[in-house]
């Protein structure tokens, strides 16, 4: 089984200021990792991912992300922060190929990313 | 492109009722998803489907029903609605892309109330 802890609800950040949110997961081999942003009342946008090769992804508005297998972490980070990043967070995991599996995500809780003056 | 249509984007339903909520993508994507969001519970699975003619349950099935006789059309019936079914329904879909990871495709959601 496949799973995802997000274990802050809520980071709060001073704009200018990095940022960083937490992701750990749980499955078996090697994962497919996600992040998604959401914007109130919108559905999930797609942020960037890991499946292979370097540990430090980039993906879309700065935001990048670091893979720590040892630590089955996926922490997304932005050097410094805007205002307009705050917005709902949610990391996501997906078991590899030939693992037999749906292949569909799972998602955390969601961490809620305030972003201030 | 539209990418992923939900209608509709709000709706109150009476406990008992039963009504389907619709989905709908133009991007030729196999693989599609009803997901509810609560709070505190992030986003959880409740049907999905591999491809045209195909569906399976997720995390949470009860209570919901869904067919795919289409790619581009995956609708999530509530048989008799229930107070705990109040909810944001997202549908998403992705192509297969087993091997490569394809993100999904988010709706903007349904806001769905039983009274």
């Known amino acids: 089984a496949q799973s995802v802890a997000q274990p802050e609800d809520q980071v709060n950040v001073a704009e200018g200021n990095p940022l960083t949110v937490k992701c750990t997961y749980s499955?078996?081999?090697?994962?497919?990792l996600f992040w998604y942003v959401q914007y109130p009342n919108r559905g999930l946008q797609f942020l960037l991912k890991?499946?292979?090769?370097?540990?430090l992804v980039k993906g879309s508005y700065g935001f990048e992300a670091e893979f720590n297998k040892s630590q089955t972490s996926f922490h997304l980070k932005k050097p410094s922060a805007l205002v307009s990043d705050s917005a709902l967070y949610f990391c996501?995991?997906?078991?590899?190929?030939?693992?037999?599996?749906?292949?569909?995500?799972?998602f955390g809780r969601g961490t809620s990313l305030i972003v201030h003056p | 492109n539209a990418g992923v249509t939900q209608t509709p984007k709000f709706q109150v339903l009476k406990t008992g009722q039963s009504m389907t909520l619709q989905c709908a993508q133009d991007?030729?994507?196999?693989?599609m998803s009803w997901y509810r969001q609560d709070p505190g519970m992030g986003l959880r699975l409740i049907h999905y489907s591999v491809g045209a003619g195909i569906t399976d349950q997720g995390e949470v099935p009860n209570g919901y029903n869904v067919s795919r006789s289409t790619t581009e059309d995956f609708p999530l019936r509530l048989l008799s609605a229930a107070p705990s079914q109040t909810s944001v329904y997202f549908c998403a879909s992705s192509p297969a892309g087993i091997t490569t990871g394809q993100p999904q495709h988010f709706g903007d959601g349904t806001r769905l109330s039983i009274l």
């Open positions: 991007m030729n994507h196999e693989y």
């Open positions: 890991y499946i292979t090769g370097d540990n």
């Open positions: 499955v078996s081999g090697n994962p497919y």
């Open positions: 996501a995991v997906r078991e590899p190929p030939q693992s037999g599996g749906s292949y569909i995500p799972t």
